[in-house]
């Protein structure tokens, strides 16, 4: 019966009308908490704390990380001020492929369409590998041997069939794992900090001293990996409540939450071994650093369940991800760049059907071929992937970050000076500096050596499918401008400007932002 209603309705609507049962995404759904969730789940900060500030440590011989995450996160709030202001005005599901086509120009938001693709469904499949050696890591210790594989097919299955339920079903999911996972940070940074080195409390690490060293922009570029993910939320504005409002809290709680926990944690560290201790500690201990320092001093159960947690962090982000890309992947097929069928959601649940089933595929085939490989998976399927999908991660940020400025160079829309020009020229500058350190020195984030192919190829490819992006548009506006006008504007396709002008926003905007059904919120 549903199948045919969304026939009925597709038929009496006009051409320019979308089919709110199959051509829009599931609206008022979700608050600011779940939004939250997504947007913190994307982020892993237990995986983060865990994972990558223990080798940031011990591989990088510097003092300097708690103040480089704090840092980052400074530098990602004055993203975010920008950010989510425009998204007051936009409320696309294409996020940053929707925000820099309206502000620089639709071939340009082709172009980021095809750097983002690639770039979230890498950082999704590159999960898989971590997830399948902390769950076959879990079981052993258990008395039950699986191999990653199996485990990882597992966690496939699973956010498989919840990619095509119902978003705020996800939502809640991801609300019972991030308030564990920050439950166990806050408890474990507890007792760090209440077990100092020398019985004296030490703030060293939170000097910015460090930071005019050589190695500040590694440093920089590791800790902004640490909160890619935290964007997503602008990926749920056509299904938020009152979006203009809730992304925009989301967003900016997103950022901070994550920002606090690396920062505080990666200090906590430093104060229970020292800070002139702490990085051979590191070094000697790696990933178990954390359970190391907290195990003396809590019970076992406590120590397992940090374990279990690390687990269903990793989980949490695999969640995100595949949602970020499915909905991406949906924006595009509504929108004619991809086939139409992309365009589609379930009818019952909203979720973007083919964009879901064609992530879940992608990332079958991979992790297969790497197990059929033999391949090690923390290095070559979690390291490698997730470090080139951060790099597109970050390329998008620092063209959104330009696409912010012209957008409100044309028309200011109502927002101050500091949220229309200010927090975004800085944004822009800082986000230029840290893009530029991250491809000079990639080789060394992929641990290759210095005459490997892979010291410039990936930028390089990033380049490439840009560009093929920016060729499809110029065929779509010479070959079907209708199509071409709809970009990066949603559902609602009523433009107010002809077909080959990139930027139709240069008069004045409506009063409100137009959500996926051409309502206004």
């Known amino acids: 019966m549903d199948q045919w209603a969304g026939r009925l309705l597709l038929d009496r609507k006009g051409p320019s009308e979308p089919d709110i049962v199959t051509r829009a995404l ?78 620089l120009g639709r071939v340009v938001g082709v172009g980021a369409a095809f750097v983002a693709l690639p770039a979230y469904s890498l950082m999704q499949i590159g999960l898989f590998g971590l997830f399948g050696v902390a769950a076959s890591g879990i079981l052993a210790e258990l008395g039950l041997q699986a191999s990653w594989y199996v485990c990882a097919l597992v966690a496939w299955a699973l956010v498989t069939v919840l990619g095509v339920l119902w978003v705020d079903l996800s939502g809640r999911v991801l609300a019972v794992l991030l308030v564990a996972e920050i439950s166990i940070v806050l408890i474990y940074d507890f007792v760090m900090v209440s077990n100092p080195a020398g019985g004296e409390i030490s703030f060293a690490t939170l000097s910015p001293a460090p930071l005019l060293t050589p190695v500040v922009g590694t440093l920089l570029v590791l800790a902004i990996a640490g909160f890619v993910g935290f964007e997503a939320t602008v990926v749920l504005s056509e299904e938020a409540r009152d979006p203009k409002r809730t992304i925009a809290r989301a967003t900016h709680l997103a950022v901070l939450l994550a920002g606090l926990l690396c920062g505080l944690s990666a200090w906590a560290m430093s104060v229970t071994t020292g800070p002139d201790q702490i990085l051979g500690v590191a070094a000697e201990h790696q990933t178990d650093l954390v359970f190391t320092l907290v195990g003396p001093h809590l019970p076992a159960a406590l120590v ?34 991809l086939p139409s069928a992309w365009g589609y959601t379930h009818p019952r649940t909203g979720a973007p059907l083919v964009g879901s089933i064609t992530q879940s595929v992608l990332a079958l ?8 490989a033999g391949a090690e998976p923390l290095l070559y399927l979690f390291a490698w992937l997730t470090t080139i999908g951060g790099l597109g991660v970050l390329i998008l940020m620092w063209s959104a970050s330009a696409a912010v400025i012209a957008f409100f160079q044309r028309h200011r829309r109502g927002e101050n000076v500091w949220r229309a020009y200010v927090a975004p020229f800085l944004a822009f500058l800082l986000l230029s ?38 060729i499809w548009a110029l065929i779509m506006r010479a070959v079907r401008p209708d199509l071409y006008a709809a970009i990066g504007r949603g559902a609602d396709v009523r433009v107010i400007a002809p077909a080959d002008t990139d930027f139709p926003d240069v008069l004045p905007p409506p009063a409100a932002p137009v959500g996926s059904r051409g309502h206004h919120y």
């Open 26 to 103: 599931a609206s008022n759904r979700m608050g600011v908490p779940s939004v939250v969730f997504f947007g913190v789940a994307g982020a892993a900060p237990l995986t983060v704390i865990i994972g990558s500030i223990s080798a940031i440590y011990a591989i990088q011989g510097s003092t300097a990380v708690p103040i480089a995450y704090l840092v980052v996160a400074g530098i990602l709030s004055l993203f975010t001020v920008g950010f989510v202001a425009m998204s007051r005005h936009i409320v696309n599901s294409g996020a940053f492929y929707s925000y820099i086509s309206h502000g």
């Open 365 to 372: 085939i991979v992790i297969s071929a790497y197990a059929a």
């Open 433 to 470: 500096i840290v893009l530029a350190a991250t491809i000079i020195g990639f080789g060394e984030l992929l641990q290759v050596s210095s005459d490997s192919v892979f010291q410039w190829l990936i930028p390089v490819a990033y380049l490439g499918v840009a560009a093929i992006g920016f």
């Open 304 to 337: 397992d369940i940090g374990y279990v947690l690390f687990m269903t962090s990793v989980f949490a982000a695999l969640l995100a991800f595949h949602a970020a890309v499915a909905r991406y992947q949906f924006a595009l097929g509504r929108e004619g760049v």
